[in-house]
């Protein structure tokens, strides 16, 4: 089975932290992706990456980074977290952009 | 911009009722329709998904009709249970563009 784990299940931060959140697959998979998820607006793409040290923005990547310095892990950093950050946070992977594996999310509260 | 419209936004069957939850698109390009299944507290998981080639796929109590003229597809929940309670996304993508995500329809199965 697709494994694909998240760092922490529930995070609290406070304005202007830096913050990561981290996410390591175990199929071997190219693709990987960090969406957020807020109520009444659905899974919404922040950044993916195709490959190591690839990286793509999504259609909401203001705010945020990532790093795949290895193919398994795929991480999102807020480089200055403010109250509108506060979301559930989810990462996927996917061999090819059909089938994409999520984890179960980090829900993240930014005081 | 792209885009996937999905209603209703929640739905609430009886027991042994059918669940019935549509999708629409503009973008003709897309050939790849999936619906995910998230329960609460677990990452979203792949359910069923189809390609416009067929109009119709069916996997055990669930089908997906497909609608290539009008742009949209459905999600058939046939005997609805308990267990069903969740939140169904539907998405679309092109050729190997990424997943645009609907917005989301919370079920209830009330027993």
């Known amino acids: 089975d697709v494994k694909v784990t998240q760092s922490s299940r529930y995070l609290v931060k406070r304005t202007g932290e830096k913050v990561f959140l981290e996410c390591v697959q175990d199929?071997?998979?190219?693709?990987m992706f960090w969406y957020r998820q807020d109520p009444g607006l659905g899974l919404r793409l922040i950044y993916f990456?195709?490959?190591?040290?690839?990286?793509e923005k999504g259609d909401i990547p203001e705010g945020y980074s990532v790093s795949r310095e290895k193919k398994e892990r795929f991480s999102l950093i807020l480089e200055s977290a403010s109250t509108n950050q506060t979301s559930m946070y989810l990462c996927?992977?996917?061999?090819?952009?059909?089938?994409?594996?999520f984890g179960p999310g980090t829900r993240l509260t930014v005081l | 911009q792209q885009q996937v419209k999905q209603s209703p936004q929640s739905l609430i069957v009886q027991k042994g009722g059918i669940s019935i939850i549509n999708c629409a698109y503009e973008?003709?390009?897309?050939?790849?329709f999936p619906w995910y299944q998230q329960f609460p507290g677990k990452g979203p998981a792949l359910l069923i998904a189809?390609?416009?080639?067929?109009s119709e796929k069916k996997e055990g109590r669930f089908t997906i009709s497909f609608n290539k003229s009008a742009k949209q597809f459905s999600l058939h929940i046939m005997d609805s249970q308990p267990g069903d309670s969740a939140t169904y996304f539907c998405?679309?993508?092109?050729?190997?563009?990424?997943?645009?995500f609907g917005k989301g329809t919370m079920l209830l199965v009330s027993p």
């Open positions: 189809i390609r416009p080639d067929v």
């Open positions: 973008n003709t390009a897309f050939d790849y």
């Open positions: 998405a679309a993508s092109a050729g190997y563009s990424t997943l645009t």
């Open positions: 996927a992977s996917s061999t090819d952009t059909d089938t994409q594996y």
């Open positions: 990456s195709y490959d190591v040290k690839m990286k």
């Open positions: 199929m071997d998979h190219e693709n």
